[in-house]
């Protein structure tokens, strides 16, 4: 039996310069947490490292998956201005795709997650560059603090999705694709956005953010797993993530694995 991974959807030009070598650089699928003990188990336990203003919150957490006990999952919630960071290096003058699965516990959040440059020890939105925004239902890019333009299409509560954002350093550009939910096809929904908070030219991106907003205060949170950077490729497939792919928390995300592995019989 062959297994061949079906991409369908529009795809940006970049899809030309794909490689077919996989260079997966890092991985976040919340399996090395340690969740024998009473406490909640923090992401900066791990890789991952905080800043923020308040510096007591709890709310990025790893918790097990409710229906699927031998999955671990992230979930990012509150408003305490917390900043979680890992360092997949994408250098200038190349492309990167960064791909996760993500579920909103409710439509009440906003959640900056995408790739931060290197002008601030202390990454705020100001440092922001090739993100997505999760908020109120809308998914939004980024184009710089306080400007978040609407890419015109939303996202419903409880609903596994895939997303790819693929990050083009030469031309300073980012491209978004979505699969799960209403998109039953893996669907381009931005092309060609500014990559901001960077100088053309000197944009290498050295790590990943993931950022609640201040509007996020009434929220349960998103649910994360699966976090994959692959450098210097352009990778709309499937990752190769050690871990069971569901999202069994919501019970909704082997629905879109399902739809973006399509298997011919050989």
Same mark, same amino acid.
């Given at each position: 039996m062959?297994?061949?991974?079906?991409?369908?959807?529009?795809?940006?030009?970049?899809?030309?310069?794909?490689?077919?070598?996989? =260079?997966?650089?890092?991985?976040?699928?919340?399996?090395?947490?340690?969740?024998?003990?009473?406490?909640?188990?923090?992401?900066?336990?791990g890789?991952?490292t905080?800043?923020?203003?308040?510096?007591?919150?709890?709310?990025?957490?790893?918790?097990?998956?409710?229906?699927?006990?031998?999955?671990?999952?992230?979930v990012?919630?509150?408003?305490?201005?917390?900043?979680?960071?890992?360092?997949?290096? $994408?250098?200038?003058?190349?492309? #990167?795709?960064?791909?996760f699965?993500?579920?909103?516990?409710?439509?009440?959040?906003?959640?900056?997650?995408?790739?931060?440059?290197?002008?601030? #020890?202390?990454?705020?939105?100001?440092?922001?560059?090739?993100?997505?925004?999760?908020?109120?239902?809308?998914?939004?890019?980024?184009?710089?603090?306080?400007?978040?333009?609407?890419?015109?299409?939303?996202? #419903?509560?409880?609903?596994g999705?895939?997303?790819?954002?693929?990050?083009?350093t030469?031309?300073?550009?980012?491209?978004?694709?979505?699969?799960?939910?209403?998109?039953?096809?893996?669907?381009?929904?931005?092309?060609? $956005? =500014?990559?901001?908070?960077?100088?053309?030219?000197?944009?290498?991106?050295?790590?990943?953010?993931?950022?609640?907003?201040?509007?996020?205060?009434?929220?349960?949170?998103? $649910?994360?797993?699966?976090? =994959?950077?692959? $450098?210097?490729?352009?990778?709309?497939t499937?990752?190769?993530?050690?871990?069971?792919?569901?999202?069994g928390?919501l019970?909704?995300?082997?629905?879109?694995?399902?739809?973006?592995?399509?298997?011919?019989?050989?």
């Open positions: 062959m297994c061949k991974c079906i991409v369908s959807g529009c795809l940006s030009a970049l899809v030309a310069v794909s490689s077919a070598s996989a =260079a997966v650089t890092f991985v976040e699928n919340f399996e090395g947490f340690d969740l024998s003990g009473p406490d909640p188990v923090l992401w900066a336990s890789d991952w905080e800043f923020g203003s308040s510096g007591f919150n709890i709310s990025h957490t790893v918790i097990v998956d409710a229906t699927d006990p031998t999955n671990q999952v992230g990012a919630a509150d408003a305490g201005e917390d900043y979680f960071i890992s360092s997949p290096v $994408v250098p200038d003058n190349s492309v #990167a795709t960064f791909a699965d993500v579920a909103a516990l409710d439509l009440l959040g906003d959640v900056n997650i995408g790739f931060g440059d290197s002008t601030d #020890a202390s990454p705020n939105n100001g440092n922001l560059a090739g993100a997505i925004r999760f908020v109120n239902g809308d998914i939004q890019t980024f184009a710089g603090p306080g400007n978040s333009p609407s890419t015109g299409f939303s996202y #419903a509560a409880n609903t999705y895939t997303i790819w954002t693929v990050v083009d030469t031309a300073d550009q980012y491209d978004v694709f979505i699969l799960g939910g209403a998109f039953a096809t893996q669907t381009q929904i931005a092309n060609d $956005v =500014a990559i901001t908070g960077t100088a053309a030219g000197t944009n290498s991106l050295p790590f990943l953010l993931v950022r609640p907003n201040n509007g996020n205060s009434d929220s349960a949170g998103l $649910v994360l797993d699966n976090l =994959a950077v692959d $450098v210097g490729n352009v990778n709309l499937a990752f190769n993530v050690p871990e069971p792919g569901s999202m928390l019970g909704l995300g082997l629905t879109a694995l399902m739809a973006r592995r399509r298997c011919d019989d050989k």
